[in-house]
């Protein structure tokens, strides 16, 4: 139950998967529970997942600033 | 003086006879006598040389044929420059006249005038006529002129005023220009094949891209030879537009007409051959600029395309993550909504027996081990009573 999922798209499937079938109610109390807190993995790993990205995008915006004022970079010498 | 001379006849008998010279004299001094007056012909038989004292022609009436011999002195005949040919019409003014050598009778002319403007009026007309029945004058004969020749050829009068017109026009105007002049008679018999020359002579010198023929003002019949119907063919014929130059508020001689383009002065053609090069200049200049200016605003186009791709490319990975986040966030929720915890929460509880969940209270009997699970903790219990 605590298998790591390859990729965030595989954990928001499984995720979303695990959501359908609690809400259509024909699990055992026992297995709903153990699908829910396997839902909560799956929620915490892809949010990781998306903060980290985030993160990224932000720096990455950050240096490509610094580095290359376009307005100044491409307008021709008269 | 003949009239003074005293005829004497030779006395055989009683016949009186007189010598063939005598005779000749005698007749010679009574026509004398006669006044001198004007005689209207057609000119035939015109016979000139230089090593002459005389020219000689018969003037033969149009309607009888009736001949009559007139001579004139060759420098009173060329130094009236008539360009006579046969069969034009002509007043001559003179008095009969017997060469008493050869006891030839003729007309001696003292002067001779073509007979009036009417007559050639009439005969250019139907010239013009001949010749716009061809088509000679067409519009769409008319060849347009280069922008800019490569060279120019220009046929004058060698000292003319138009000559001097015409080239300080095109220097005035486009002074790089190269102008070929052909100098030639512009008046008198000899002027149409003269130019006529000029214009081949022009025409097979490399380079030349539009001949001008250019003279100043004259009378009706300098124009004449501008009006030759060997002249209007010859430009009709030639390889070149020809501008012409020539004409005259009132008369039009033929060449205005057939030349491709038709300049009503010297000045006037150097307008039609070449382009004004400072305005040619300040056309390109203006030309070159709007080039600028057009590169210029799609320079500027493209920059603000640029920044506007860049500024969506920045947004794209925000905008995929918080898609993502959104619909993460919508399964979470929904998650929580469905949590078995947020039961609990409310104050349910799970009964569990021997790790199996309790759904009815007929699976236990008092006595019974349970376990409880509340939404926060749990306790373990025996059951006192079964309903």
Redesign the interface.
């Given at each position: 139950m605590t298998e790591t999922p390859a990729t965030f798209e595989a954990a928001q499937r499984e995720l979303e998967h695990i959501v359908e079938r609690l809400e259509r109610g024909d699990a055992t109390l026992d297995d709903a529970l153990a699908l829910w807190q396997r839902g909560e993995e799956l929620y915490r790993f892809c949010r990781e997942k998306l903060d980290s990205a985030q993160g990224e995008i932000e720096e990455l915006a950050k240096r490509a600033e610094s580095a290359v004022p376009p307005e100044t970079a491409s307008r021709p010498g008269v | 003086m003949l009239t003074a001379m005293k005829i004497e006849a030779i006395d055989y008998g009683e016949r009186k006879v007189y010598t063939v010279a005598a005779f000749n004299r005698g007749i010679a001094s009574w026509l004398a006598r006669l006044p001198t007056v004007w005689v209207e012909g057609e000119v035939t038989e015109l016979r000139r040389q230089d090593r002459w004292q005389t020219v000689f022609f018969t003037l033969k009436d149009p309607a009888s044929g009736a001949c009559l011999g007139v001579t004139i002195g060759r420098g009173q005949f060329d130094g009236l420059r008539l360009d006579l040919s046969d069969g034009e019409r002509v007043h001559v003014y003179g008095r009969p006249e017997l060469f008493e050598q050869r006891g030839d009778f003729r007309f001696r002319a003292l002067t001779i005038e073509r007979f009036g403007l009417g007559a050639h009026l009439a005969a250019l007309e139907r010239l013009k006529k001949k010749l716009a029945a061809e088509g000679l004058f067409a519009a769409e004969r008319k060849r347009s002129l280069p922008l800019v020749p490569e060279r120019i050829g220009l046929v004058t009068g060698n000292d003319a005023a138009a000559k001097r017109d015409v080239l300080a026009g095109i220097t005035a105007r486009f002074p790089p220009a190269r102008v070929l002049v052909a100098e030639t008679y512009v008046q008198g018999p000899r002027a149409a094949p003269a130019i006529i020359d000029a214009i081949r002579h022009l025409c097979a010198a490399p380079g030349v891209e539009v001949i001008v023929i250019a003279r100043g003002g004259g009378s009706f019949e300098d124009l004449l030879p501008f009006s030759d119907e060997r002249l209007v063919r010859a430009i009709a014929d030639c390889a070149v537009p020809i501008v012409s130059a020539v004409g005259h508020e009132q008369d039009t001689p033929l060449c205005d007409l057939v030349a491709d383009v038709r300049a009503s002065t010297p000045t006037a053609a150097a307008r039609v051959v070449v382009p004004d090069l400072g305005e040619l200049l300040q056309g390109l200049e203006t030309r070159r600029s709007a080039l600028e200016t057009g590169t210029?605003r799609l320079?500027d186009r493209?920059?603000r395309r640029?920044?506007q791709a860049?500024e969506r490319l920045?947004r794209g990975?925000?905008l995929l993550?918080e898609r993502?986040?959104a619909?993460?966030e919508q399964?979470?929720g929904?998650?929580r909504a469905?949590?078995?915890?947020a039961t609990l929460e409310r104050g349910y509880a799970?009964v569990r027996a021997q790790n199996e969940?309790v759904r009815a209270s007929s699976r236990l009997a008092p006595g019974d081990e349970v376990d409880v699970e509340l939404g926060d903790g749990a306790f373990s219990g025996e059951v006192k009573e079964t309903r």
């Open positions: - | 210029r320079l493209d920059v640029l920044g860049q920045r990975p925000a993550l993502r986040r619909r993460l399964a979470g929904r998650l469905l949590s078995p915890r799970i969940i």
